[in-house]
């Protein structure tokens, strides 16, 4: 896994704050960076920049399409592992041997989407532009050209691209892309002031089943949010219960709700939601290198979410997890205790207070707990095994021959 | 919205999408001619007389910020404007903040904060050293972000505040010539100030003064980034990086501010502050404060104070929902105006952020709430590649709603090693409202200003030729500032017009904080007198309407910051009316 791996996960895990979270990993300096700055005074500006909507692009030119094929294949298979940084390598490389291969160019374009930092979406831009260049008709490139152009808030552009990518048949009934396709198009709806329009395009691509919890949760906030400035309230906090459904701890969510009860005259609610999107936008909102070496102001805001918000087991076991990450055992067994008064014996917090009994050093302790775990398949039993032994491990400082002794104990039946 | 966009193509991916690298080998299916992939022609200039010509050359000034490749926070942001009558002569002259030599810095250059006198059809002349408005430029202390300008003593001229990285200065206009007058005035906040509110929040008749400061910045560890590539990647910091330094209240005490931060519930509250605009955004009589703070949540202090004298501000940004965007978190917020944009006769508010992010408009929704159109607007997704420094609310083309200019600018200048696509350089924004609150961006055809690109910083709207309508002066980094004359009202041709320049009492001579109100053939409109609003900035004070034909305002109502009132009119169109209060 390469350096910049934590940052590429919480770029995918936050996507909203990917410029802040590149900026961090770029900008974000240890104290111990620091190079002998050039004399003088601060270094005159770049040269003048071009457009980067409109930058000037040549034809692409057929290369050795045989060994750019191969190198795809390579990419793809990459890209399958969750390789992103190898499967970029492999995708630019097949385009070097062959710039007119459009698998490649589009299967980059859409990694650099997917990918959503600095500078990534007008790279992407470029790719889906050079594609169409080597083939005009290419309806994935205009799709992903006319994401591009949304991304980059080149509405008027993007819109006809997007809609002559969905007339293609394999396009529209691809899953993926179609669906982004249909919300990119309801945003811009929404952005040039139809409301129905965008209202119906989130519909429409909702409908698009099955999508992943987050993403139907950010098109039911999307409806909300429209719905909200049409003033239907009602509807609108329900798309929002929803959307709270399948991403409790989005923020986003948290201020669409408390904004609808204040406007229906729910201070209550309101006050509540405002209290836990607060803590969620503080969890969420600061990726400085400060905040990220403050263990401790991590724990403190889990500690008041759960206070806060004693129903939501995600808190719950973020804060266990986030006791665990800093070696706090007693603390996380104390936290899962009282999960599992209120909650049963919940397979996740077995296996969270086998960890912490683990992490302590305790694997009696850890064994006992683990046996109540309800019957599972086996590879689902291993996996969870293989997580109390390498809390065990990491926090008391064993080898990986005293892991897989014990490993093997745990097998035994 | 691009949380959304973004997650959804995050997301994706998973899907199945077997067929999908097929796609690629298959015709359009439907036989439709691909759309262009570069048509330009919605960007081509239009052959009209242009809405602004830049005066170009009308200062002679290059900004100075003192940097010395060391990359401390500090020498990137600045550029701010202030636009005041130093001279008493009537008309506008202009003042430009400058920095000062920063750690590292080798070398010599001219740091004097500069004034300039307004002689007249756009010519200017630099009366820095006559003025004495200059510092020495030799530190932190001397290094200016903005400018204020109120009547603070009240003796009808305007006295001028320098926000500095270090200690702040008070000047007072004697005649035209400033004198250091900190120590006997007060209001010598040593945060790193980047704007100062002047208003009377306890309605006691003189000004107080809330201090916007930004970061502690730590000059022992400057630049940030990537540097294993290089030192050529060397940058600037995210404000992050520093803890936020906090904001300060003066209580104007018999001539005198006293610090009351602590006193106030104002220390301790945690922002990065960039910007700050008045309002009384909630329409109970009294004047609010809204803060723009960088990647921390805004403030928005509420004027809660119940009888002359009181002093209780509040900070509702949460409750208003205006402290984040729609996303829920913080962004980049530097800029920042009210404006009624849709013709409720309410303020909605601008608050503009780094690329990336959209700047975000909240529309007021009245009871003291805010809903976020930043995409309804119009003004959302076309900024979403930029980065907004100063933004004005006025009304370029005298058709009676407010338009909206905002000056772009990158705030690390290697950007483009950083993030091949993006630019330190960016054009100017122009936004036309078609009178409900919707936005079109308008390009080169308003004027060449527009065709360019540039590191821009504070706006400072005014009437710099007495005209009738509104001029702007826009602040650059590296560059000196565009000085934008509005030809809507050329040779006295155009629309009907109506101006209003306001004259308090006592200690509040300048009416910072009034709200006016205009009826106009059956049609009203409402304004405010601010002096500061949005990055770095101080504006005109006099308000300019237009009148959509109407021959005169049948009635002028203002409300005075004291929480007296006064009806005025008619008041005949196409001159400026100064009001007194009774």
């Known amino acids: 896994m390469s350096a910049a791996a934590p940052a590429r996960r919480a770029v995918r895990a936050a996507p909203r704050r990917a410029a802040a979270l590149l900026a961090a990993a770029l900008f974000g300096c240890s104290r111990g960076e620091e190079a002998a700055p050039a004399a003088g005074r601060t270094p005159a500006p770049l040269p003048d920049e071009t457009s980067l909507l409109d930058a000037p692009l040549e034809r692409p030119q057929r290369g050795d399409t045989a060994s750019a094929l191969v190198l795809y294949r390579q990419a793809r298979a990459a890209l399958d592992r969750d390789e992103l940084d190898g499967a970029q390598s492999l995708f630019e490389a097949a385009l070097q041997a062959d710039p007119a291969l459009n698998l490649a160019r589009n299967d980059l374009g859409f990694l650099l989407l997917e990918r959503a930092g600095r500078g990534a979406f007008g790279e992407a831009l470029r790719h889906f532009r050079l594609a169409r260049l080597a083939a005009a008709d290419d309806a994935l490139a205009a799709c992903g050209e006319g994401l591009a152009r949304r991304e980059l808030g080149d509405l008027e552009r993007a819109r006809p691209l997007l809609e002559f990518a969905l007339r293609d048949l394999a396009v529209s009934a691809e899953p993926g892309r179609g669906t982004l396709a249909r919300a990119a198009l309801a945003s811009i709806a929404a952005a040039q002031g139809d409301v129905e329009g965008a209202l119906a395009g989130y519909a429409d691509a909702l409908e698009r089943a099955p999508l992943p919890p987050g993403t139907a949760a950010h098109f039911r906030l999307a409806r909300a949010e429209l719905l909200q400035e049409r003033g239907a309230l009602e509807a609108a906090a329900s798309e929002v219960e929803q959307a709270l459904q399948l991403a409790p701890e989005e923020p986003r969510g948290h201020l669409l709700m408390a904004q609808l009860a204040a406007r229906r005259g729910d201070g209550e609610r309101a006050a509540v939601e405002r209290r836990r999107h607060e803590l969620l936008r503080a969890l969420q909102d600061h990726t400085a290198l400060r905040f990220r070496r403050d263990a401790a102001r991590t724990l403190e805001l889990r500690r008041a979410l759960v206070a806060e918000w004693p129903d939501h087991l995600g808190g719950v076991v973020a804060l266990a997890e986030e006791l665990l990450a800093q070696r706090q055992h007693a603390d996380a067994l104390q936290v899962v205790a009282a999960a599992r008064a209120t909650r049963g014996a919940l397979p996740l917090l077995i296996v969270l207070a086998a960890r912490a009994h683990a992490g302590a050093g305790d694997l009696a302790a850890a064994r006992q707990v683990f046996a109540a775990l309800p019957p599972c398949g086996p590879a689902e039993r291993l996996a969870a095994v293989r997580l109390v032994l390498a809390q065990w491990q990491r926090d008391q400082g064993k080898s990986a021959a005293e892991l897989a002794r014990e490993l093997a104990a745990w097998s035994e039946p | ?582």
Not at chain 2, 242 to 268: H, K, M, S
Not at chain 2, 274 to 296: K, M
């Open chain 2, 1 to 582: 919205m691009s949380r959304v966009r973004r997650t959804a193509v995050r997301r994706l991916r998973a899907l199945p999408c077997a067929a999908w690298p097929l796609v690629a080998l298959l015709p359009g299916s439907c036989g439709d001619a691909p759309p262009g992939a570069a048509s330009s022609d919605d960007h081509a200039p239009r052959s009209r007389e242009p809405l602004f010509v830049e005066h170009a050359g009308a200062v002679d000034f290059t900004p100075q910020w003192g940097g010395s490749g060391r990359k401390h926070l500090t020498e990137i942001t600045g550029g701010g404007v202030a636009l005041f009558d130093a001279d008493g002569d009537g008309d506008l002259d202009l003042f430009l903040p400058q920095g000062a030599a920063l750690p590292g810095f080798v070398g010599s250059a001219d740091f004097r904060d500069r004034l300039f006198r307004n002689d007249g059809d756009w010519r200017f002349t630099d009366v820095t050293d006559a003025s004495g408005v200059s510092d020495a430029g030799r530190g932190i202390d001397d290094y200016t972000y903005a400018a204020a300008c109120p009547d603070f003593d009240g003796d009808g001229d305007q006295d001028l505040y320098l926000c500095n990285v270090g200690r702040n200065r008070f000047l007072r206009n004697d005649g035209g010539r400033f004198v250091d007058a900190t120590a006997e005035w007060g209001g010598d906040s040593s945060g790193w100030s980047t704007a100062a509110a002047f208003f009377d929040p306890d309605r006691d008749g003189d000004l107080d003064l809330y201090v916007v400061n930004y970061v502690d910045e730590d000059y022992a560890h400057p630049g940030c980034g990537p540097l294993e590539r290089g030192p050529e990647y060397r940058s600037f910091c995210h404000p992050d990086e520093f803890p936020p330094a906090d904001d300060a209240l003066y209580r104007n005490e018999g001539g005198r501010l006293v610090d009351v931060t602590r006193a106030a519930g104002i220390a301790g509250s945690g922002g990065a502050g960039l910007g700050a605009v008045l309002s009384d955004y909630d329409g109970d009589g009294d004047v609010d404060l809204f803060v723009a703070n960088d990647s921390t949540p805004n403030f928005l202090w509420r004027n809660e104070a119940r009888a002359a004298g009181e002093l209780a501000l509040r900070e509702v940004a949460g409750e208003a929902f205006v402290a984040v965007d729609r996303s829920g978190l913080s962004t980049a917020a530097m800029g920042c105006d009210f404006g009624d944009l849709d013709g409720d006769l309410d303020f909605d508010l601008l608050v503009t952020n780094l690329d990336l992010e959209e700047n975000t408009l909240y529309r007021n929704l009245g009871d003291g709430l805010f809903e976020d159109r930043s995409s309804a607007s119009g003004l959302g997704p076309p900024s979403f590649l930029w980065v907004g420094f100063g933004a004005e609310f006025f009304d370029g083309d005298l058709d009676g709603d407010l338009d909206l200019l905002v000056a772009n600018g990158h705030v690390c200048d290697n950007i483009h090693l950083l993030e091949p696509t993006q630019t330190f350089r960016q054009p100017p924004h122009w936004y036309v409202n078609d009178s409900t609150g919707r936005f079109t961006q308008r390009g080169a055809e308003i004027g060449g200003y527009f065709a360019g690109r540039y590191v821009g910083r504070g706006v400072a709207i005014g009437d710099l030729d007495d005209d009738g309508d509104a001029d702007a002066v826009v602040a650059h980094w590296e560059r000196g500032p565009a000085l934008l004359e509005n030809r809507t009202r050329r040779a006295g041709a155009g629309p009907a017009w109506l101006g209003i320049e306001l004259v308090g009492s006592g200690g509040n001579r300048s009416a910072l904080g009034a709200h006016v109100t205009i009826e106009a053939g059956g049609w009203r409109q409402v304004e405010e007198v601010r002096g500061t609003s949005s990055y770095g900035a101080f504006h005109d004070l006099r308000l300019l309407f237009a009148l959509r034909g109407a021959a005169a305002a049948e009635r002028v109502t203002v409300r005075w910051p004291d929480g007296r009132s006064s009806e005025h009119g008619p008041l005949v169109a196409g001159r400026y009316h100064r009001l007194a209060i009774p």
